[in-house]
């Protein structure tokens, strides 16, 4: 029941940042928009919470979990946003990708996963943390990056209608992006090297048929392809802000090809 | 006195508040003679020359206000100006021989009292209530539905509320009018798109950086020529955080002189690309016959490509930026007439919301009427109350006094009681004796509620005279 309520929250936040953008981007609606958010990180938080205190397992292990406390990572990171005017805008993307991520969580179940050996412990958990901040960081990138290329293309096109002035100022939205990738691309290669010398302490070397690990490279290039992007000469933050964009529907693409052929085998995610 | 109770026509603006353009959904009639007034001048009918010269700053407003209740002896005043309005709200409306004295304040401000007549109106009652909403809603303002006069009017508000004076310059019905002004004017902006967009080319320029950099703290702006628009673009962009001007002029001496005028750098135009590879923003405001910010130039100045935002502002005819350095990457070109164009939306969309905006203010007007109306009952309500609270005050205690045995928190569970009793009892007959006086049978309702409790006249005064009342759709 908790986790619903967070999710309906989540939605009625969604559907307030729409509205916010259908009348203008008031800083009423901005402001209902973001308590809808904070309420339901709170409830989400509760709720995770009372999974540790149930299972006593931490929500990383199983896809409902990890997909749940993903989204528990993107929420929290829209509560700072709040305080900083305009830039909260980017909640008009990164709310409904939290419906989606809360939702297939609640479909599949946020329930306990059976322990198996070596999937446990302080390591483990810290790779897949790391990891999920790494996707975070890619997240919150690629929604500012949206919203980059939107409003690019409203100033340059001239038309100052409701996108324009919904839109979060490019130079706030290119910030936000670099610190996204910055972060996550640090945390997605410090949980690649955890994954890798786990791998090798406890599973004698990296099984490098595994197609996880194909999707982790990816998401580690992934991170780093924008941030190399952004190097060199001419628009390089509207050249960021793409191929953030790309990446970021790569690695969501490839993850659901893998996820939903037989390629991928059992274990994967 | 010679006062015009109306413009002459001279109100042509949208938000112009003559009698045929009362909002339409005015359902609730005001009392007849409503003791209001407010007196002054505005831009719809006194060129720029007079309303200058009747610009008060807050402690020259203070005194003034001060003046007016020591020699003309009025009640309650309120003095609004600003650079396009002076005017000078009073209750109750004043005789002719203070009026006159009212005037005559505007007049020594003036200077020139024998020309201020023509240029002055006065609006009474109902026609003054609803010019104050529409003048905070911005909906007489120059540029239709601008944000700015609500502070205005706050501070004009704040100002009369701080005057030192006993009994204060800001009384009950001027307190509560001026509250719903500045309620009108957050709701007609909130509720309505009357202050969507910016409305002229300094703003739309400022908006567009604030699109494009964010906070404009520590941007550079170059101003390439001179000119009145780039000038007041310049200052906008100032007042929005912008600091370094670089002024770039054909000759270096007269862009040091611009430039030693606002704060700037001067350079010559030669110096130009060297003044791009500095400048977040540039407005460009030359007289040249041919574009002098090409693709060329632009290549000089960044040989890498434009590697950072640049907002060019092109506000000279003919054009100083050939149009195909629009194309570049991260380049925002914007000439006069995409602003223009762009002005002229904002304000077409402002248009669009006054039918909106008028209904709010209509709302609001119906709301004061009867909250003014209603406070003819409030002696009769207040004295029915003071009598009904001695009667539930004297007989708690003689109950009390019988029941000693009671815990203190029982004999306060008693005196709650009591109290919750008399509120209940007095709730209905209290409201509907205000809505009585709304409708118009405050002087019988009154009358019988006095014989029915046996209250003194003298204690609960005498009813007003709020003038002949009518069948009022909106309460009923």
């Known amino acids: 029941v908790i986790h619903l309520t967070a999710l309906v929250l989540y939605i009625i936040a969604a559907a307030l940042w729409l509205r916010s953008l259908l009348v203008g981007g008031g800083s009423r609606g901005a402001g209902l928009a973001s308590g809808a958010v904070t309420a339901a990180v709170a409830f989400h938080a509760i709720a995770l919470t009372l999974f540790v205190l149930e299972f006593r397992q931490l929500p990383l292990v199983g896809l409902g979990p990890a997909l749940s406390t993903l989204a528990l990572l993107l929420g929290v990171a829209l509560l700072p946003l709040a305080m900083k005017g305009e830039v909260a805008r980017v909640g008009i993307v990164v709310t409904p990708l939290i419906v989606v991520l809360q939702g297939a969580a609640m479909i599949v179940g946020v329930s306990n996963f059976p322990v198996v050996p070596g999937v446990q412990g302080a390591w483990f958990a810290l790779h897949v943390v790391l990891a999920l901040v790494g996707y975070q960081g890619l997240t919150l990138a690629f929604a500012a990056g949206v919203l980059y290329l939107i409003q690019f293309k409203e100033l340059k096109s001239k038309r100052l209608g409701r996108l324009f002035r919904f839109i979060p100022p490019l130079a706030s939205l290119d910030t936000m992006a670099r610190v996204g990738l910055v972060v996550g691309f640090a945390s997605m290669t410090l949980a690649l090297a955890i994954g890798g010398a786990w791998a090798a302490r406890y599973q004698g070397g990296v099984d490098w048929g595994n197609p996880k690990l194909a999707w982790a490279a990816l998401s580690w290039i992934a991170l780093g392809a924008p941030l190399a992007a952004r190097s060199g000469k001419g628009a390089r933050e509207r050249r960021g802000a793409a191929v953030t964009v790309i990446s970021f529907v790569a690695v969501v693409a490839t993850y659901l090809l893998l996820r939903l052929t037989p390629a991928a085998g059992p274990g994967f995610l | ?476």
């Open chain 2, 1 to 476: 006195v010679a006062l015009r109770s109306r413009d002459p026509g001279g109100e042509t603006g949208p938000g112009t508040t003559d009698g045929g353009d009362s909002p339409d959904v005015h359902t609730f009639r005001p009392p007849s003679e409503m003791p209001l007034a407010v007196v002054g001048l505005s831009h719809h009918t006194a060129p720029v020359e007079v309303r200058e010269r009747l610009v008060f700053d807050r402690p020259e407003a203070a005194r003034a206000l001060a003046t007016l209740r020591a020699e003309a002896g009025i009640q309650e005043a309120v003095l609004l100006s600003t650079c396009n309005r002076t005017e000078l709200y009073l209750f109750p409306e004043p005789d002719p021989e203070a009026l006159s004295l009212a005037r005559g304040i505007l007049g020594r401000r003036a200077g020139t009292i024998h020309d201020l007549d023509q240029y002055l109106y006065r609006r009474g009652g109902e026609e003054a209530v609803r010019h104050l909403f529409l003048v905070s809603a911005g909906l007489d303002s120059m540029v239709l539905g601008e944000a700015e006069i609500q502070g205005q009017v706050r501070e004009a508000f704040e100002t009369a509320v701080a005057v030192r004076s006993e009994p204060p310059v800001v009384g009950p019905v001027l307190q509560r009018l001026f509250e719903m002004a500045l309620s009108v004017g957050g709701r007609v902006r909130s509720e309505t798109r009357v202050g969507e967009g910016t409305a002229s080319v300094a703003s739309v320029a400022v908006e567009l950086a604030g699109k494009i950099f964010g906070s404009l703290k520590g941007r550079r702006v170059a101003v390439l020529g001179a000119g009145s628009t780039a000038e007041r673009t310049v200052e906008a962009l100032g007042r929005a955080g912008v600091r370094g001007v670089l002024v770039a002029n054909r000759t270096r001496e007269r862009a040091e002189t611009l430039a030693s005028m606002v704060g700037g750098e001067g350079f010559s135009l030669d110096d130009l690309t060297s003044v791009l590879r500095s400048a977040d923003i540039v407005v460009s405001s030359t007289s040249s016959s041919e574009p002098i910010l090409t693709r060329a130039t632009l290549g000089r100045a960044f040989p890498r490509g434009v590697d950072r935002p640049l907002l060019l502002v092109d506000i000279a005819l003919p054009r100083d930026v050939a149009p195909e350095v629009g194309e570049l990457p991260n380049v925002f070109l914007y000439n006069v007439d995409d602003l223009g164009e762009i002005v002229d939306e904002h304000l077409q969309r402002r248009r669009e919301a006054l039918p909106a905006a008028r209904r709010i203010v209509g709302e609001q007007e119906a709301e004061f009427f009867r909250w003014y109306l209603a406070r003819g009952a409030g002696p009769v309500i207040r004295s029915l109350r003071d009598r009904a609270e001695m009667v539930r005050e004297s007989e708690t205690a003689r109950l009390l006094r019988r029941l000693e045995h009671l815990s203190p928190e029982d004999r306060a569970r008693v005196e709650e009681f009591s109290r919750r009793l008399l509120n209940k009892l007095l709730h209905d007959p209290t409201t509907r004796l205000r809505d009585g006086v709304v409708r118009g049978d405050g002087a019988e309702l009154v009358g019988t509620v006095r014989y029915l409790y046996g209250l003194d006249a003298e204690e609960t005064g005498e009813f007003p005279d709020l003038g002949p009342q009518q069948p009022r759709k909106g309460v009923e």
